[in-house]
């Protein structure tokens, strides 16, 4: 991993953020599953795994948790 590569998934992730909600969730599942390709995410939490990519999984969760499960069509 270098930063130039994290950093490249984090403007990414700011230029979804501002895209219309009504696709905004789709691009995130996506940068997901590329970040989990690209870092080899597990699929299960592992602590390790954690442990040892902190601004990897920082940015992962962050990704996650602007997904948005109450309607965003």
């Known amino acids: 991993m270098?930063?130039?590569e994290l950093q490249s998934f984090r403007d990414r992730f700011n230029n979804i953020m501002q895209a219309p909600k009504r696709?905004?969730?789709k691009r995130l599942?996506?940068?997901m599953e590329d970040m989990e390709r690209a870092y080899n995410i597990p699929l299960l939490y592992s602590a390790a795994y954690a442990f040892n990519n902190?601004?990897?999984?920082?940015?992962?969760?962050?990704?996650?948790?602007?997904?948005d499960?109450?309607?965003?069509?």
């Open 2 to 4: 270098t930063q130039e």
């Open 29 to 31: 599942v996506t940068l």
């Open 23 to 25: 696709i905004r969730n």
């Open 54 to 67: 902190p601004e990897v999984m920082k940015l992962y969760r962050q990704v996650s948790y602007a997904r």
């Open 69 to 73: 499960f109450e309607g965003g069509r």
